[in-house]
C-alpha cells in the first residue's frame, strides 16, 4: 500500500490527519499430551485513519482498504470529532503529533519460517514426551507463538515511520498429580517467555532439558511441604519480579490512568501528579528504567503510536519517582514529563499510554550473598496467581514453586507459596538487589487495559531481589 | 454483511477438495466507542472489522486460520483462496489429530435483532449534558455485532444484533464511587436521563464519612454485579470437562471427592434470555438449558464435541474453550428490600475488581471490593469503607457460608471489547453470607 499516496488522496476538512496501517499474522501451536491441540494462523490487516478537528482527535478503524472504503472512514471521523469537541476533556493541537521520520526492525537470527509447520510440531511434540518425566504427570502441553507485526505511520504534519516486528513466545508445561495434590509448573509463568527474537528460540537440546526440569519440578511440588504462613523475608526471581513490576509499579505510574481516564475499568493510582519528584517509591537501591533498546526485549520499538521518538528514561531514580508513563497527550494535559509509550494494540484501536519495556536496573549484590543473607524466609519462582486493587496499592501474588531459605541457606521445597503487601511499603523494604548475573529479560503478551479493551506486548527485565519481613503464606 | 458470508461460503466449501471438510465463520462489528472522563470526551471513534475464520480438516489432520474482510465480494474471496491454498499446504505437513471432529451439522438459523440507536455523531449530544456537573468516566459502545457459521455439511447460521451501552463509574471529590449500565437496543433518552439520575443519587451515600475496616471474616452481602464477577470465574478452569479431565479446575473436588457446594446455589448454561448465539465455532447448537450445578451438586460440565471425542462422553456443544456462554444463576427467597435487615451487622459490596483463583485446585479465589461497599449496623448503612481485598474458597462461600440468595437475578451484560464487543450476559441474584474472608 502507498500510504502517503492514500493520504495526499483524501479530501476532508480537518487540522491532522494521520494514518496507521497494522498487518499482523499470529502463529500458534499447541501440543497437548503428545497430540496436536490447535495450528492456527490469524491474519489481521486494517487502517486506523485519525483526524484533528477543533482540538478533539477522532479515529475510524477500517478493514475496507480501497480509496472509497478510507475516504469515507476519514468523513465519518471528521463529523465525530466535530461532534465531540462541543464537549472535549482537552483541546489539543499538532504537538500531540510531533513529526517522526524513521524506521525499526527486530533483532533476530533465524527468520519465522525456518521451521516448517512439520518441524515446529515434531519439537513440541518431543517436548511434550520430555515433559512427562513419570506417570504422576497428567498434563503436558507445549506451545510457540509466533508474531510477525508491519506497521506504517503517516501523517499530514510529514511523519513517516514504518516498523517491522518478529516476536516469539513459548511456554512447556506440565501438571502432576497424586491422590488429592495437583501441583503445575511452567517455563518461568505462562508465556513468559517473550522475547523479540528469531525462531532461535526453539533450541531443541535446550528445549528438552528445560522440559524434563519443569516435569522434574511439578512432581516434586506433590510432595512438598505447604508454604509456611509469616512474616518472612521474601527472595523473588526474575520471572515473578516481572509480574511485581509491571503491577506494583508499572499501571501506577501510567499517567492517563493518574488523570482519571481508566476510573471506570482497570482503575486510577495512587500516584498523584504532585508525587513527582517527591514520593519515595521503594528503597535507595530501586532504579526502574523505561528502556525501548535492552536487546530482544518483547516490548522494544523506535517510535510510539502518536510518533514519539523511543528514549530510555529514568521513572524511579534511588528509590524516588521522578518520570511517568506517558506520551505525549499525557504530557501535554499534565504537564508532567514521560515517555514515548503512546501505543494501541492493532489498527483497530487508539493509542493510550502503556507500559513497553519497563525494567529494574541490576544492583551489586550475587545470588549467593542474597540468600546467604536471609536467616529465615522464602524464594519464589514464576507468577501464577496475581490481582491488585484500583489504586494498584493491594496487591497478593503467588508462585509456581517455593524453596524456604534457612540460615542462609536454600533447604526445602514449598508448595503454593503466596504473599501479599501494600505497594509502596513492598518496595521500600527492598534490602538486597541482585546483580548483572543475576539479571533476566521476561516479557508478556498479556497487558490488558483501556476502554474499548485493549491486549498489549510488554517486556520487564529485572535482577533477583530480597525484600523484608513480607506476610506471605500457603494455599487453601 | 450476511450476504457476503453467505456467497464466501457457498463459493468456498464448493472449490474443496476431495477428502477435505471445511468450518467458516465469521465474527465482526460496526461499533462507535465514545470514551468519557470528568463528563468530557476524552476519545472518540468508530471500528468496522470483520474477520473470517477456517478449519480445514484432511486425512484425519487438522488446521485453522483466519483472514480480515474488506467487505468487497471480490477481494474477500481472493483472501479466501489464498487462506485456503496455505491451509492446504500446511495440513499435510502436520501430525494426525485423534480428537479432531470432522463438521457435520446441516442444522441453519437466522437471528437478526435490529435496534434504534443513536448515530454516532449525535452521540456526545445525546449523552453528555445529563451527567451535569458529576465526574462521570466511561465507555459508550455502540453498534451491530455479528456473527456467524458454515461448514461443508451445509450447516449454516447467522446471529446479529444491534445494541448500545454506557458502561461508567460516578466519582464524589473524595473519590468514592458507583458503578453502573445503561445498555439496550432501543435508545429513549428519557428512561437514559432517569437512569443516571438514579445513580447520581446513589453517590449521594457515598458522600458519608468512610469505614476503615480490619482484616477478618465478615457476615457479607454481595450484590448481583459483584456475583456476576464470581460467576465468570467458572469460566476459567471451572465448568470445562477438559478442564476437570485434565486436572485444571476448581470443580474437580465436586467430580473426585464429591465435594459438594451450598443447596441454595443451582448455575446454569440459560440461552433462553437470547443475548448470545446458541450456535458455536462449529455451527453446533447448544441445548437450550443446560444445569451444571443443581442444589449444591454437579450435574454436568461443559463438553465440546472434541472433549467427547477424547474423553468418550457426550457433547453438549460447548465452544471449543468449554467456557459458559449463558450463564444464569437460580434465585432464592430473600426480598431485596430485606437485604439490609438480613445482613444486619456486616459488609454490602455491590461490586468486586481483578479476580484471580489463588488456589484453583482449592477453589480458592482473590480479589478486591470496588465501588458502592459499605458497612452495615443494624440492618442500616453506615458508612462506605475502604476497598479490601478478599481470599476465599468457593467451597466455603458458596458452600456452607452461603445463607440465601435473593429472589430477584439482575441481567450483567458483558462489556468486555477485547476481541471485539461482547454479545453475553451474566444473569444473577445477590448472595447473603454467613462469612465472607477480608485479608488486606
Known amino acids: ?168 513466545s513459548a511456554d512447556y508445561s506440565a501438571i502432576a498429580h497424586a491422590g488429592s495434590i495437583t501441583q503445575k509448573r511452567t517455563d518461568g509463568g505462562l508465556l513468559a517467555k517473550s522475547f523479540q527474537k528469531g525462531m532461535e528460540v526453539f533450541n531443541e537440546a535446550e528445549v528438552l532439558d528445560r522440559c524434563r526440569n519443569i516435569g522434574a519440578e511439578a512432581v516434586e511440588l506433590l510432595s512438598a511441604e505447604e508454604c509456611p504462613t509469616g512474616t518472612l523475608d521474601l527472595v523473588l526471581a526474575p520471572d515473578q519480579m516481572m509480574l511485581q513490576i509491571h503491577e506494583s509499579v508499572g499501571h501506577a505510574l501510567e499517567i492517563d490512568r493518574i488523570l482519571g481516564d481508566e476510573r471506570n475499568y482497570a482503575g486510577w493510582s495512587f500516584v498523584r501528579p504532585s508525587d513527582f519528584g517527591k514520593l519515595q517509591y521503594g528503597s535507595s537501591l530501586m532504579n526502574i528504567t523505561f528502556d525501548p533498546y535492552v536487546e530482544n526485549e518483547f516490548a522494544s520499538y523506535a517510535y510510539d503510536d502518536g510518533g514519539l521518538k523511543a528514549e530510555k528514561e529514568f521513572l524511579i531514580k534511588e528509590g524516588l519517582l521522578i518520570r511517568g508513563l506517558g506520551g505525549m497527550e499525557s504530557q501535554l494535559r499534565s504537564g508532567l514529563d514521560g515517555v514515548a509509550n503512546f501505543r494501541a494494540s492493532s489498527w483497530n484501536r487508539a493509542p493510550i499510554d502503556r507500559m513497553a519495556n519497563l525494567n529494574l536496573e541490576p544492583g551489586n549484590s550475587s545470588r549467593a550473598e542474597i540468600i546467604g543473607s536471609v536467616e529465615k524466609g522464602v524464594f519464589m519462582t514464576s507468577n501464577r496467581s496475581w490481582s491488585i486493587d484500583d489504586y494498584r496499592n493491594k496487591f497478593q501474588f503467588g508462585c509456581e514453586y517455593g524453596k524456604l531459605i534457612e540460615n542462609g541457606k536454600l533447604t526445602k521445597t514449598v508448595k503454593n507459596p503466596n504473599y501479599r503487601a501494600i505497594s509502596n511499603p513492598f518496595w521500600r523494604s527492598l534490602k538486597k538487589l541482585g546483580n548483572r548475573d543475576t539479571f533476566e529479560v521476561y516479557g508478556t503478551p498479556f497487558c490488558g487495559k483501556g476502554e474499548p479493551n485493549q491486549i498489549i506486548r510488554v517486556g520487564h527485565a529485572s535482577p533477583l531481589c530480597l525484600f523484608d519481613s513480607v506476610e506471605i503464606f500457603g494455599g487453601a | ?162 445494541s448500545f451501552s454506557l458502561d461508567y463509574s460516578l466519582i464524589t471529590p473524595e473519590e468514592k464511587m458507583v458503578k453502573a449500565t445503561f445498555g439496550g437496543t432501543h435508545w429513549d433518552q428519557a428512561a437514559y436521563e432517569s437512569f443516571l439520575d438514579e445513580s447520581i443519587n446513589k453517590l449521594k451515600l457515598m458522600l458519608l464519612p468512610p469505614k476503615k475496616i480490619a482484616p477478618g471474616n465478615y457476615r457479607t452481602f454481595i450484590a448481583s454485579a459483584g456475583v456476576s464477577d464470581i460467576l465468570s470465574m467458572f469460566s476459567w478452569g471451572g465448568v470445562s470437562e477438559a478442564a476437570i479431565r485434565q486436572s485444571e479446575s476448581c470443580l474437580g473436588k465436586m467430580r473426585n471427592e464429591g465435594q459438594k457446594l451450598s443447596e441454595l446455589f443451582t448455575l446454569s448454561e440459560d440461552f433462553s434470555s437470547g443475548f448470545a448465539p446458541r450456535f458455536n465455532g462449529n455451527g ?26 477424547e474423553y468418550g462422553v457426550e457433547s453438549n456443544f460447548a465452544s471449543e474453550g468449554e ?47 470496588r465501588y458502592a461497599c459499605f458497612w452495615v449496623e443494624s440492618g442500616k448503612i453506615v458508612a462506605p469503607i475502604e476497598n479490601m481485598r478478599f481470599d476465599d474458597s468457593i467451597y466455603s462461600f458458596l458452600g456452607n457460608n452461603l445463607e440465601q440468595t435473593t429472589d430477584t437475578a439482575h441481567v450483567n451484560p458483558d462489556v468486555g471489547t477485547y476481541e471485539g464487543r461482547e454479545l453475553s450476559a451474566i444473569i444473577c441474584p445477590g448472595i447473603l453470607l454467613k462469612s465472607f474472608s477480608l485479608t488486606l
Open chain 2, 1 to 162: 454483511m450476511e450476504k457476503l458470508f453467505k456467497q464466501i461460503s457457498k463459493t468456498i466449501t464448493t472449490e474443496l477438495q476431495t477428502g477435505e471438510h471445511l468450518g467458516l465463520s465469521i465474527s465482526g462489528e460496526n461499533s462507535t466507542f465514545t470514551r468519557v472522563n470528568a463528563a468530557k470526551v476524552r476519545q472518540t471513534g468508530n471500528v468496522d472489522e470483520a474477520d473470517l475464520g477456517f478449519n480445514l480438516i484432511y486425512a484425519g489432520k487438522r488446521c485453522s486460520g483466519s483472514v480480515s474482510l474488506s467487505g468487497d465480494l471480490n477481494e474477500d474471496l481472493s483472501r479466501a483462496r489464498a487462506e485456503l491454498k496455505r491451509l492446504r499446504a500446511e495440513v499435510v505437513q502436520l501430525p494426525e489429530d485423534p480428537y479432531m471432529v470432522v463438521p457435520d451439522s446441516q442444522e441453519t438459523s437466522m437471528s437478526e435483532k435490529q435496534g434504534s440507536i443513536p448515530a454516532s455523531d449525535d452521540i456526545p449530544e445525546k449523552i453528555l449534558p445529563a451527567m451535569g456537573h458529576v465526574d462521570l468516566t466511561g465507555i459508550w459502545a455502540s453498534g451491530r455485532i455479528y456473527q456467524g457459521s458454515a461448514n461443508s455439511a451445509g450447516g449454516y447460521h447467522w446471529f446479529a444484533s444491534d
Open chain 2, 284 to 309: 453446533e447448537v447448544a441445548p437450550e438449558k443446560t444445569i451444571i450445578i443443581e442444589n449444591g451438586e454437579l450435574k454436568q460440565t461443559l463438553v465440546s464435541s472434541r472433549t467427547a471425542k
Open chain 2, 323 to 369: 467456557g459458559m456462554r449463558a450463564p444464569s444463576m437460580a434465585v432464592g427467597t430473600l426480598k431485596e428490600a430485606d437485604v439490609l435487615q438480613a445482613l444486619g451487622t456486616g459488609v454490602y459490596l455491590s461490586n468486586l475488581h481483578y479476580l484471580n483463583w489463588s488456589d484453583m485446585i482449592g477453589g480458592r479465589i482473590t480479589g478486591m471490593t
Open chain 1, 1 to 168: 500500500m502507498d500510504l502517503n499516496a492514500i493520504l495526499s488522496g483524501i479530501d476532508v476538512r480537518a487540522d491532522w490527519i494521520g494514518l496507521r496501517y497494522v498487518k499482523e499474522n499470529t502463529g500458534f501451536r499447541l501440543v497437548r499430551d503428545g497430540n496436536p491441540e490447535a495450528n492456527s494462523r490469524e491474519s489481521k490487516q486494517g487502517l486506523m485513519v485519525e483526524v484533528l478537528v477543533n482540538g478533539q482527535f477522532a479515529y475510524y478503524g477500517t478493514s475496507r482498504l480501497d480509496r472509497a472504503g478510507i475516504q469515507s472512514a476519514a468523513e465519518h471521523a471528521v463529523r465525530m470529532a466535530t461532534a465531540a469537541s462541543k464537549f472535549s476533556l482537552h483541546s489539543f493541537g499538532l504537538e500531540a503529533r510531533p513529526v517522526a521520520k524513521g524506521s525499526y526492525k527486530s533483532p533476530y537470527k533465524t527468520a519465522a519460517d525456518a521451521f516448517s509447520p512439520g518441524e515446529l510440531s515434531d519439537l513440541l511434540i518431543k517436548a511434550s514426551s520430555e515433559l512427562k518425566v513419570s506417570d504422576k504427570i497428567v498434563t503436558t502441553n507445549a506451545m510457540a507463538r509466533t508474531v510477525e507485526t508491519e506497521s506504517h505511520f503517516v501523517s499530514s504534519n510529514g511523519s513517516d515511520v514504518e516498523q517491522q516486528y518478529l516476536m516469539v
